[in-house]
């Protein structure tokens, strides 16, 4: 079964980094766009970033554009989310996500939790 498992988060100081990962397991990986998603404390989940198979295009939500970067190792069937300057909004729960043929389906992590304080 497809399977996808965060990890690398943590609690960090504002302006701090963290780099997130997602092992996925139970497709071909590299065929997909990958996806990550966070959700704050009391919030509506929202969309993070993006990343094409191959790692041929990237995208990102405008309040992380700058300071995040999504990239894939197809060798590890792994994704990342490498977050830099980190904010307080920042904070919430990361998942990644994979979406099947035709949008039909689609899986999530557990998800890592992230809190950015001073």
């Known amino acids: 079964e497809v399977q996808l498992v965060e990890s690398g988060g943590g609690l960090v100081l504002p302006g701090g980094s963290l780099r997130l990962s997602c092992v996925t397991s139970?497709?071909?990986?590299?065929?997909?766009t990958m996806w990550w998603y966070r959700q704050p404390p009391g919030q509506e989940r929202e969309w993070v970033a993006?990343?094409?198979?191959?790692?041929?295009?990237?995208n990102y939500g405008d309040s992380v554009k700058g300071r995040f970067t999504i990239s894939r190792d197809d060798a590890k069937n792994t994704v990342y989310l490498q977050m830099n300057n980190l904010q307080a909004e920042d904070t919430g729960v990361y998942f990644c996500?994979?979406?099947?043929?035709?949008?039909?389906?689609?899986?999530w992590g557990q998800g890592t939790a992230v809190t950015v304080s001073s």
């Open positions: 996500n994979v979406r099947g043929a035709g949008g039909r389906n689609e899986w």
């Open positions: 139970g497709f071909t990986f590299s065929s997909y």
């Open positions: 993006l990343i094409g198979p191959g790692g041929s295009y990237t």
